[in-house]
């Protein structure tokens, strides 16, 4: 079936230290790659998201970078910051309107 | 703005008992989603519609029914609670199919769901 993977499961890291999330994918028809960030007891929210003929997206200290033929994405945080403290996740999209997600990363950003 | 309501927000349920969680979003979004959420394994889809009075059967819809009789609801129904079952709940909608057009999902602030 269409699998998603994820690593790290945490992640630590210094304020303004960079943090690097990545993502494998296995369905070669995934076109849409979006991460979404969980803070503690809310609903996940969209961060950014790249499509299959982009290979990189920015949006100030975010980016995602997109390789189809390796079929992996990576998410990238430049110059932390502790309310970047939260579970990230990534996702792509198949078939019959389903995204399948990745079990998650907890990022911790230590003051 | 209230975007996507889920109630309850917490519920604990004995072996064998119903129960209904209800999804509410403002938005006039087609596209309705229940998922759950279990640690380690990051969100799974348990059912979806693509409009008002169409089901369909996502990636774990067993034990679980659902319906969407007007627009803006999506209610999740369990007809029998097994422990298996308890997880935090997510109800989602979205604008268009994810991978067409502004695929993103806005998601409620979930339910969680203990079956004793």
């Known amino acids: 079936g269409e699998n998603v993977e994820q690593h790290p499961s945490t992640l630590s890291v210094q304020e303004g230290d960079s943090a690097v999330i990545k993502c494998t994918y296995s369905?070669?028809?995934?076109?849409?790659f979006p991460w979404y960030k969980q803070e503690l007891g809310k609903g996940p929210q969209l961060i950014i998201d790249?499509?299959?003929?982009?290979g990189e997206k920015k949006d100030q200290r975010i980016a995602v970078t997109l390789n189809k033929t390796a079929k992996h994405f990576s998410l990238h945080i430049t110059e932390t910051q502790p309310e970047d403290s939260a579970v990230y996740f990534c996702?792509?999209?198949?078939?019959?309107?389903?995204?399948?997600f990745g079990a998650g990363t907890r990022l911790t950003v230590k003051p | 703005n209230a975007g996507v309501t889920q109630t309850p927000k917490f519920r604990v349920l004995k072996t064998g008992q119903s129960m209904t969680l209800l999804c509410a979003q403002d938005?006039?979004?087609?596209?309705m989603y229940w998922y759950r959420q279990d640690p380690g394994m990051g969100l799974r889809l348990i059912h979806y519609?693509?409009?008002?009075?169409?089901?369909a059967k996502g990636e774990v819809p067993d034990g679980y029914n659902v319906s969407r009789l007007k627009k803006q609801n999506f209610l999740l129904g369990l007809e029998s609670a097994a422990p298996s079952q308890t997880s935090v709940y997510f109800c989602?909608?979205?604008?268009?199919?994810?991978?067409?057009?502004?695929?993103?999902?806005?998601f409620g602030e979930g339910s969680r769901l203990t079956v004793l």
């Open positions: 989602a909608s979205s604008y268009s199919r994810p991978g067409q057009g502004v695929g993103e999902l806005f």
């Open positions: 369905d070669s028809a995934s076109n849409y």
């Open positions: 790249i499509r299959s003929n982009v």
């Open positions: 996702a792509a999209s198949i078939k019959n309107n389903d995204m399948r």
């Open positions: 938005m006039n979004h087609e596209y």
């Open positions: 519609s693509v409009g008002e009075g169409t089901t």
